[in-house]
């Protein structure tokens, strides 16, 4: 089985993995924000605020050291959330 917490920076991973996974559902995380785990009946707020650092090494990791390669997905799935706002 795929461990999610393996494409996060180390300390995003830290901090998530003390909480339960068994019920999570999307991890919010931006810079200068706290982390956000929302789960199917609640949303935790940790204390933990990443850098900006630690996003951009998260974002490698998904994108398999290649976010140019990614990059037009990236942009699409940006515009389209926009314009549902």
């Known amino acids: 089985m795929l ?4 494409f996060f ?7 998530i993995s ?6 999570l559902e999307e991890i919010r995380i931006r ?4 982390i956000i785990l929302k789960f199917s009946a609640k949303e935790k ?3 933990y605020i990443p850098t900006q650092e630690e ?4 974002l490698q990791f998904l994108c398999d050291n290649s976010i140019y390669s990614y990059q037009s ?5 940006f515009y389209h959330n926009r314009r549902r706002s």
């Open 9 to 15: 920076s180390e300390q995003i991973a830290n901090q």
């Open 18 to 23: 003390q909480n339960n996974l068994a019920e």
């Open 73 to 77: 997905q990236i942009c699409d799935r």
């Open 45 to 47: 707020v940790l204390k």
């Open 3 to 6: 461990n999610v917490l393996n």
């Open 55 to 58: 996003i951009i090494k998260t």
């Open 31 to 34: 810079v200068g924000k706290p």
